[in-house]
């Protein structure tokens, strides 16, 4: 017999008990195999080698069961950034713990944060946003599944700590040139508060020359490439307003040009605002405190590939180190957009601390560091700086509690559809109001008919641009160049229609000349041609007026200088008692305006001295004038208004005038000079067009060569052609910007007039007006105003036509319409009935006493189409009588009609000479009869007669009449009482009972 090793497949590796030490060793040992076919057989081994051990056996604990849910699972948030869970493990089978968060509330969406091994009871979630709700739930897991969810557990975590950054002497934040700050459109918005003066810096050529610097990428360098600023948001020291600027980029029309945009409201030291400035690619919005503060044009592209840093509290060159600039007090909630925000949206944002990321927000610095020198981008943003200088510190934050008060919505249509024909001439008007705040709104209709008439003849407005070069003699102009161009004026004056003659400015070139007036006596030659009656043929000449430009200023450009020379020249005195003259700002001529009209049309002149700060006061001396003189066409003159191109940049004054004005819908034209060549653009606001033009030749050859603007205003056509002509040179200038059209509409379409207004209109309901009177085959436009008390929101401007006429009225006399009679003194309702398809727009009552074909004389005229007209009857009395009734159509066509058969008029009194043929008794007038009546009956001869007022049962309530009468007319008054007092209202009858006979009327009774 063979000794065989058993297989490892047929004897266990271990048995109860055993451990081994090293491998077996084999051994010559017989080890029984239990035959294949015999499995119940005892199997048997034998341990092989020393090296082994008998120890505790196997737990056998194998789990098929899931593990039992956690209890009492909290959450709780110590901080702004973390929330800590606890639970209590109540199961003996988990394999780990899942822990699953939601940042959309308890109800919201669910996924996995962690796991967490078998018997945890508590983990910490950091890294979490301030102020903001996490929602937890937790489950216990193994390998036969998981457990139900304990919670949710919700906490919140605690606000950030309020920290800014406050700015004094040359501190400044920088943050390089990172790419994410590369910015063609954008939005800037921070919280500051001014404490100081601070250093100012001029942001480059056209822009502002004392900015003080709060958010800004880049900074004044050199014009026309990558080191030229992207965006600069900041102070305009000389007027203390925000103010904001960007340089032109490549593809514009003038590479590195500035292109600022100044607010208007003044900024207080020592004050918390929150500033915003959007750039769409074309167009600035400026907000302060989330109102829109200034708006400006500028059509070109931003120098987006600025390779100069962004900063806060100042603006950095291009090598990094030199600053331009420094701001002097607080910074907080700084964020940057690579989009243009709306106002809603600066407004829903103004006093959040934004935390979390947000679509769009490429940079935000919440400044609540609170130590260190270091500030760090949040909200998802990696963009990081550092403090540069030593004079800063960490203080409390901003308010973040600005307060809004948002317009009404803009009313919306109901009712008549826009463009509806076939419209009734009393339409409702009715509307749709809202405002986002709730409560209640005034809702005001205005309207008016388009009943334009006959368009007025063409007129022209010449523009002077600088002759300073002519009154100077300089550059080889010569006065006689501004006396050819006056002449030319006055020798055209009858033939072109000039109705007006505007001087842009820069009249000379030395202003008081250290008193030395040659050259205002050269000027004052000029201009006596233009107003000379002998040569214009008028009595007070060419109405003009003379802007004072920076050069008629001493020292020149200096608004606070001295004009003697122009006020004694041009002041007051000259043109006071001319009655195109308005009058002036303050003691002198320097701002003055002028009232002049042409072709059926009325228009306001108004002046602004030249000034690089224009003055509030001034601003809101022309806004009063565009308020007080609503009602003519408003034109501005300034020297410098805008540059040159199309479009054009406005001036720190142009903008200033601009966003002063612009709310006037009847300003429509801006004037100016001072830039050398040609210039003009359009600013649209609340859908109305404001043109500005700005020509200036001083650079040319003979300091000008007589260049002249001749703008020519055609009603017919709506348009202002606008020409250059040189009378020195007898010749036109026919380039683009030298010859254009500008639309303007003159047709003498009535102004809308207020229809009415509805008080208390509730937010989110219906506002309707009727609109009376109208007229047929008529176009009408009508808009509607909504005012929460703070803001109006003007609605769209709508038409509707009214229906053609249909033919003259109807009218039909309905009482007194024969044979009835009624007395002097008495109380008579003349009856009528009377009708149009566009309705009757008033009634007329006229009364015969001799007959259908007699003299009529007046009763009423001009009444409502009621049907009935309390007369009291006069006299003198008669058998005769007629009623007329005249209705009117709102197309002036008339419609009449005659009493069928002739009724009497009595004083109570037996007409001598009357002859009844038969008995009667009259119908009751009036009936229905209020308080009594009058009852008339005839009789052929004497008779014994009884007059009754019976009720509707028949019983008797009044005996009116009781005992002979003589023949002829008789007429009874009854004053409403019986026997048992007043009578009570109802229906009656009275009965007449004579010779043998029995006569009913019915009356109604009204007491």
Known sequence: MSTVLPSLSDVPLVTRGIAFATPPVPVETVVPVPSRRN??????????????????????????????????????????????????????????????????????SYSLLTTRPANSTSYSDAGLASSTEYCYRIRAVNGWGAS??????????????????????????????????????????????????GTTVSTGTGGVANAIPLVTKGTSESDGSTVDMNFFLGIDDATDRLMADMEEGAGGSTPGLNHPVIGTTTIANGTWHHAGVTYNGTTWGLYLDGNLEATASPGQPVQSQSIQPAALATSIRSDGTTTQGFFDGVLDEVRIWNVARSQAQIQGTANAQ???????????????????????GSAGTTVNGTIGGSNYTWVTGAPFNLSFNMPPAAPTLNAPAHMATGIGLSPTLSVGVADPDGGF????????????????????????????????????????????????????????????????????????????DIEWQRADAGYDLIENPGTTGLAEGIPYGITVGNHDQSPNGDADGTTNFYNQYFGVGRFQGRTYYGGHYGSNNDNWYDLFSAS?????????????????????????????????????????LCGTGNPATFSTQGSAIYNALRAHSNLFLMMAGHVPGEGRRQDTFNGNTVNTVMSDYQSRTNGGNGWTRIMTFSPANNTIQV???????????????????????????????????????????????????????????????????????????????????????????????????????????????????????????????????GTYETI????????????????????????????????TNTAQDLSDASFRITDGVVGVGEKVLEFALDPVFPNPAPKGARIGFALPRAAQVRMSLLDVQGREVARLADGPYPAGRHDLKWNGRGAGGAVSSGLYFVRLEVAGRTFIRRMAFVN
């Open 39 to 108: 499995q119940h057989s005892t199997v048997n081994g034998s341990v092989l080698g020393s090296s082994y051990a008998w120890v505790t056996g196997s737990p056998f604990n194998i789990s098929t069961t899931p593990p039992a849910a956690p209890i009492e699972f909290g959450a709780d948030a110590p901080s702004n950034s973390q929330v800590n869970l606890s639970w209590s493990d109540v199961s003996s089978n988990e394999s780990g713990f899942e822990i699953e968060r939601s940042t959309s509330g308890i109800g919201g």
């Open 354 to 376: 934004i935390a979390a990321p947000q679509s769009g927000l490429v940079a935000r610095w919440a400044l609540d560091e609170g130590s260190g020198t270091a500030v760090n």
């Open 600 to 640: 059926g049309m009325d228009f306001i002149v108004i002046s602004f001295e030249y000034d690089t700060t224009p003055d509030q006061a001034i601003l809101d001396w022309g806004d009063q004038l565009l308020t007080t003189y609503s009602s003519r066409r408003a034109i501005v003159l300034s020297h410098y």
């Open 723 to 853: 020409e250059t002509y040189s009378p020195w040179l007898s010749q036109f200038e026919n380039d683009a910007d030298s010859q254009f059209s500008l639309g303007y509409t003159m047709s003498n379409t009535p102004a809308f007039q207020v229809i009415g207004t509805n008080n208390g209109v509730a937010s989110g309901s219906n506002s309707q007006r009727p609109w009376t009177g109208l007229l047929p085959n008529t176009t009408y436009e009508w808009y509607v105003t909504a005012s929460d008390g703070q803001t109006t929101t003007t609605g769209p401007t709508w038409r509707f036509t009214t229906a053609a006429d249909g033919g003259p009225p109807t009218a039909q006399v309905v009482s007194p319409n024969g044979n009835e009679l009624i007395s002097i003194g008495a109380g008579a309702s003349l009856q009528w009935s009377a009708g149009d398809d566009l309705g009757v727009a008033s009634v007329d009552l006229f009364l015969s006493r001799t007959g259908s074909a």
């Open 148 to 197: 139900s969810y304990d919670g949710p557990a919700c906490a919140t975590t605690t606000a950030a700590p309020a920290f800014a950054l406050d700015f004094a002497g040359a501190t400044y934040v920088s943050f390089g040139d990172p790419a994410v700050l590369d910015l063609a459109t954008f939005t800037v918005e921070c919280w500051f508060r001014r404490d100081g003066t």
């Open 441 to 516: 709104v005034t809702v005001t209709y205005y309207g008016r008919a388009l009943t334009a008439g006959p368009p007025g003849a063409d007129f022209t407005l010449i523009g002077q641009p600088d002759t300073q070069y002519y009154t100077g003699e300089l550059n080889g102009g010569t006065n006689a160049i501004l006396l050819s161009i006056n002449n030319w004026i006055v020798a055209n004056r009858a033939s072109r229609n000039i109705a007006y003659v505007a001087t842009l400015g820069d009249c000379v070139e030395h202003g008081d000349n250290g008193g030395n």
């Open 860 to 891: 009423a005229t001009g009444l409502a189409n009621t049907g009935s007209y309390a007369w009291t009857v006069t006299g003198p009395p008669t058998v005769n009588a007629y009623l007329k009734v005249v209705a009117h159509d709102y197309a």
